[in-house]
Structure formats: structure tokens, C-alpha cells
């Protein structure tokens, strides 16, 4: 057999979404387990609904799932001259053919074949026509008449479709500009593509195209349809149902290989794993194991895998992806402890990385104080704690969190207080909140100099609170 071709052919018209990335995602697998080639396609040939900016984002978003193609990124509306070719060679050989009929004419037939309770398709009122007609025309293919198109769906076993059930098919507009169902054939055949692997909202589509290829004296590619993502309550995935872009995955604060690992699991699966490292994805991915039903998503897994990999992934790497967060929060990660020593501090409290950065940002810049925790914890009682541990620490030597943790008790054991009473006023000055780390921690990654000049301001704060 030759070569393995894959390829991932979105339209630039919106955002990548979670479905599409997931086509990507089996692409690629096939492409790498089979040692083939995989290709990106950008199908931009809705020129009023595509933009600049939706291909930026299919680009993007390829880029941060790390999903590289071996060629491409091809663009269809710099393939004109080619499908125009393929066009007239069609016409030539009677395989195509002009249509005049009006916009009206169509629309007044498929209200009567609707009203008749019939399949809305053209009539072939223009496939014999001997003399040419009047005005702007679209071309239409030559369906044939008779017979069944057959194939091997890889995922869904054999399908078949009478051709008395598809009419002659527009592949050219009026205004010259070809159609989607032609283009894809043109790509598909140019760019040797030996696996199609797509949306099963593909699949009345693909008849069309086998019928097309064969007409083009072309070997058509095999087929895999995969079902569709429904969203919890059953529908299918939209924005409804909360993010459904895939760069929108990234700025809620996951990582790539948390979301590429629920999308593989997505309506496939390898025994009862559930933690697949990309060699593993690799191995064991096959399109035999994919499953025909549709798969519901759920944003609690997606939350626990991320939550995963933030524990477990390679600390250098989440902290590429938390800077990223960091900086959209204005936070200048120079001004703090290094990322990688932070993650293992936040790692068990956040189940996103957006969350550990929004829980992390008084470690980078001045501290904001939370209302209702001063009020709380800034008490009459507060203030002697909060002295007693200032003064410790003035006088420590090794800032570290062995030793830090000593002062903490050897205050509790002085005021004759229990860490519970301790605890939480040395954590609203240093964070401004109750939540943080462990208290020997969180003084460990702020510093001698800013955990002194908090506890100084908080020692005035209760104060103050005590006099008014």
C-alpha cells in the first residue's frame, strides 16, 4: 500500500473547536502510527464567512496542541486555476454541464417537491440541454443514473447509496467560484490523501465524492467518520454548553496535553486507561477502536486530567503555560518566586492554571487585602501574634521553610495559642486572603524583606482597628 496521507481541513470561518481539534488530533495519530504524512488544509473557499483572523486561530490553536504537519498549511482560494482545470476537462467530457436555471425556478421546485412529500434535488432540467441558455449559469456534475456507491467506512463498516438519491451537484457558483464538495475531491485526489478522517455530518457528502473521483478516473481515499461530541444534556456541543474553542480551553487555564488526552478518550479508548503520554497516544491509537456513538462531554474529567498534569506534568513546561497566564494578569514573574517552585506549592489548590495565577498574584506584586478576612482576622487579639512572629523573624537567621515552620510553633508555644489561632492572621498579611499554601511556604517563596514589610503593615492595621 502506499504511503498513508492524512488530512485536517477546517474552514476559516470562526474558531477551531473542541470537535475539529479532535478530527486533528486522530489525523495526526494516524498519520504518526502509520508513519505517513500529515497535512493541513485551510478549506477557505467561503470567501464572505472566512477571515484572516479564524485562520490565525486554526493556526494558533494547532501550534499550542503541538499538533505539526509534515506539509501546508494549503489554502484553497490559491487553487482556482487548478479547479477551474478540473472544471472544463469535466465539461469536455460530458461529465459536467452548465445550468441556467434561476434562483426562483429551484426554489419554486423544491416547494413543490416538499409540499408532494418528496426529497428536495434537482430536476435535471438543464443535463440534456442542446443549445446554450440565456444569463448567468452554475456547472452541475453528472451524477450517474443508476447504481449504488459502496465503500468501507473504517469506523462504520460498510455504507451504500442508491444513486437515484443524489441529484447532479453544483461545483461551480454562478459568479465562477467552485463548491466545497468539488474543491475537497480536487485536494483530495492532488494531494494523494489515502485516509479522509472526519465528522460523520460528512457522510451524505462522501457519495458525492467517490462519484466525482471515479469520474475523474481517480482511486478514491478511505473513509473514517467520527461521531459527533454531545454536550451533557445530550445536544449536540455549542456554545451553550460553555467554551467550545479550543484557544478558549487555554485561557480558561488548561494544558494542552490535559485537553488533547480527554479528546483521544473522547470516543475511544484503550482498555480502561484513562493517562496517555503522546508515545502512548501514538502506540496504541487505532481507528478500529473508535466508537460509533456519540460521545457526551464532561467538563468535571476534563478538570481532574488537567489537574493531573499540573501535578504531574514536567514543572519547566506547566510554567511555560502558567507565565502565559501570568502575564495576561499583568503580573511580572521577575517580581516572585521561579514558576516551577510555585506550581509545587499551588499544585493540590488549583485545578486550572488561570485559577493558580489569580491565587497566586501576591506573591508578584503588592498585596490586596481581602474585606471580610481583615475584619476577621485583623483583630485586638491579632496583634501581639503578629508582633511576636515580626520579631522572630528579624532575628532568623536561614530563611527557609525548615526553620520558618519553627517560629510558627515556637509563637504558638509562647502565646500559648494553638496554630489555629496563629495561623490565619500571619496568612490574611502576608496573602490579603485566608487561602494560601502552608504558612512555612508561603513565607518561604515571599521573601525575608516582603513578609517583614507586610507584617509591619498588618501590625498597623490592628492597630488601628483597636483604636477605632
Known amino acids: 500500500m502506499s504511503a498513508i496521507r492524512t488530512r485536517f481541513a477546517p474552514s476559516p470561518t470562526g474558531y477551531l473547536h473542541v470537535g475539529g481539534a479532535r478530527t486533528a488530533l486522530y489525523c495526526w495519530l494516524y498519520a504518526q502510527k502509520k508513519k505517513g504524512t500529515f497535512i493541513l488544509r485551510i478549506e477557505d473557499t467561503d470567501i464572505e464567512r472566512s477571515t484572516q483572523e479564524s485562520v490565525q486561530a486554526i493556526l494558533d490553536a494547532m501550534d499550542w496542541l503541538e499538533l505539526g504537519y509534515e506539509e501546508g498549511p494549503f489554502y484553497q482560494t490559491k487553487r482556482f486555476d487548478r479547479y477551474n482545470a478540473v472544471i472544463e476537462q469535466l465539461l469536455k467530457e460530458g461529465k459536467a454541464y452548465r445550468c441556467y436555471c434561476s434562483k426562483e425556478r429551484l426554489e419554486a421546485l423544491r416547494e413543490e417537491q416538499i409540499a408532494n412529500k418528496l426529497k428536495p434535488r434537482y430536476d435535471g432540467f438543464c443535463r440534456d440541454r442542446k443549445e446554450p441558455g440565456e444569463g448567468s449559469f452554475a456547472i452541475r456534475f453528472r451524477n450517474p443514473d443508476d447504481g449504488v456507491v459502496e465503500f468501507n467506512d473504517l469506523i462504520r463498516g460498510h455504507l451504500a447509496f442508491n444513486n437515484t438519491e443524489l ?24 494531494m494523494k490523501i489515502t485516509h479522509v478522517i472526519r465528522g460523520d455530518d460528512h457522510i451524505n457528502n462522501t457519495p458525492r465524492q467517490i462519484n466525482i473521483l471515479r469520474a475523474l478516473g481517480a482511486t478514491p481515499p478511505l473513509y473514517a467518520h467520527v461521531s459527533m461530541i454531545l454536550g451533557d444534556d445530550g445536544k449536540r456541543l455549542s456554545k451553550r454548553h460553555g467554551a467550545v474553542s479550543v484557544m ?11 485537553l488533547l488526552n480527554y479528546l483521544l478518550r473522547l470516543g475511544w479508548s484503550h482498555g480502561d486507561q484513562e493517562i496517555f503520554s503522546r508515545k502512548e497516544m501514538v502506540e496504541f491509537f487505532d481507528l478500529d477502536a473508535v466508537n460509533k456513538a456519540p460521545a457526551a462531554f464532561n467538563t468535571e474529567k476534563l478538570l481532574w486530567l488537567n ?7 514536567e514543572p519547566e513546561h506547566v510554567a ?4 502565559w497566564h501570568m502575564e495576561r494578569l499583568g503580573l511580572d514573574i521577575k517580581q516572585g518566586p521561579p514558576l516551577t517552585v510555585l506550581i509545587k506549592a499551588q499544585a493540590d489548590r488549583a485545578k486550572t492554571l488561570r485559577e493558580m495565577a489569580e491565587k497566586s498574584d501576591y506573591f508578584y506584586r503588592d498585596v490586596q487585602f481581602n474585606d471580610e478576612a481583615v475584619n476577621q482576622h485583623f483583630t485586638q487579639e491579632a496583634a501581639p501574634v503578629l508582633i511576636a512572629v515580626r520579631d522572630a523573624l528579624v532575628a532568623l537567621k536561614e530563611w527557609n521553610k525548615e ?6 510553633q515556637t509563637v504558638c508555644e509562647k502565646l500559648g495559642l494553638k496554630l489555629g489561632k496563629v495561623a490565619p492572621p500571619i496568612r490574611v498579611a502576608v496573602s490579603g486572603n485566608t487561602m494560601s499554601p502552608s504558612i512555612d511556604i508561603t513565607l518561604e517563596l515571599l521573601g525575608r524583606e516582603r513578609t517583614l514589610q507586610r507584617l509591619e503593615s498588618a501590625i498597623l492595621m490592628c492597630e488601628r482597628a483597636r483604636v477605632g
Open 403 to 408: 526553620a520558618l515552620h519553627l517560629v510558627v
Open 320 to 323: 511555560k503555560e502558567l507565565a
Open 248 to 258: 478558549q480551553y487555554r485561557e480558561e487555564g488548561f494544558l494542552p496535553e490535559a
Open 307 to 313: 489537574h493531573h498534569y499540573i501535578k504531574n506534568g
Open 167 to 190: 441529484d447532479d451537484l453544483v461545483i461551480a457558483r454562478s459568479d465562477g467560484t467552485p463548491t466545497y464538495n468539488f474543491t475537497v475531491v480536487v485536494d483530495d485526489w492532488d
